[in-house]
């Protein structure tokens, strides 16, 4: 773990030196997709990385490249921030490989790692759906904290 913890730092600030960041926010607007779908974008790229890493890994990895990219595009970082904690919290215990459910398979091993699979299903998809409110929705993101500032 900490190998991919270095290997994740030394790789973000290769990126930050090399200008990675800037560059694909210029590319961005220039082919002027969506923001909302820059964002599902980054949604899948995490559901995607839950299969091969662990949280702390992922965000090491990616928030260098998607943090300039999502404040060109004008969201609240804190927003942007949540929305980063859910998708990898939904991409730990999504099949094939949902590290969560490794964890729980060894907490308890007479459990069968397929049942756990499909007793997480409806969880998925109530978290999907949470997630696209709070995608699409955002004051139930920022009320709390626009009260604040």
């Known amino acids: 773990m900490f190998i991919v913890l270095f290997g994740a730092l030394v790789f973000s600030n290769f990126i930050n030196v090399a200008g990675t960041p800037a560059l694909l926010a210029q590319q961005l607007a220039a082919v002027a997709v ?27 990895l990616t928030l260098p490249i998607f943090y300039p990219i999502v404040s060109a595009l004008g969201f609240d970082m804190v927003w942007f921030g949540i929305i980063v904690v859910v998708v990898i919290e939904i ?6 490989v949902g590290m969560n459910v490794f964890v729980l398979k060894a907490v308890v091993p007479d459990l069968k790692v397929t049942a756990v699979f499909r007793a997480l299903i409806p969880f998925i998809a109530v978290d999907l759906v949470r997630l696209g409110l709070l995608i699409f929705v955002p004051i139930t993101v920022l009320f709390l904290p626009s009260l604040m500032r």
Do not use: K, Q
Request: charged share 5%; proline share 12%.
């Open 91 to 96: 991409s730990l215990i999504t099949p094939p």
């Open 34 to 60: 969506p923001p909302i779908v820059v964002i599902l974008m980054i949604c899948c790229i995490y559901l995607v990385l839950g299969c091969l890493l662990e949280s702390l890994s992922m965000m090491l």
